[in-house]
């Protein structure tokens, strides 16, 4: 069951991203935009330090939407889209 707590569902969705980047052969430094989509200033608020811990001091370009998501239970939705360069 998805946790309500918005801290959580992003540890989640970055987990699931760090693993489907990792059978890619990619990492969470080639990630180099990000789209955040919260439900509400308090789930923005519970995101941040989360991405301070999976991107650290370089964080990708990013934008944060605040809009309903479709499943009312999900407060955090990640899309992010990874580049690495061919040098």
Do not use: C
């Given at each position: 069951?998805?946790?309500?707590?918005?801290?959580?569902?992003?540890?989640?969705?970055?987990?699931?991203?760090r693993?489907v980047?990792?059978e890619?052969?990619?990492?969470?430094t080639?990630?180099?935009?990000?789209?955040?989509?919260?439900?509400?200033?308090d789930?923005?608020?519970a995101?941040?330090?989360?991405?301070?811990e999976?991107f650290?001091?370089?964080?990708?370009?990013?934008?944060?939407?605040?809009?309903?998501?479709?499943?009312?239970?999900?407060?955090?939705?990640?899309?992010v889209?990874a580049?690495?360069?061919?040098a």
């Amino acid at each position: 069951a998805m946790s309500a707590d918005a801290a959580a569902q992003a540890r989640a969705a970055l987990a699931t991203i760090r693993r489907v980047l990792a059978e890619a052969g990619f990492e969470m430094t080639d990630i180099v935009r990000a789209r955040y989509v919260v439900t509400d200033r308090d789930a923005a608020t519970a995101l941040a330090p989360e991405l301070r811990e999976a991107f650290g001091a370089a964080p990708p370009a990013a934008t944060l939407v605040v809009a309903k998501l479709l499943d009312p239970a999900m407060t955090v939705e990640i899309e992010v889209t990874a580049h690495r360069s061919s040098a």
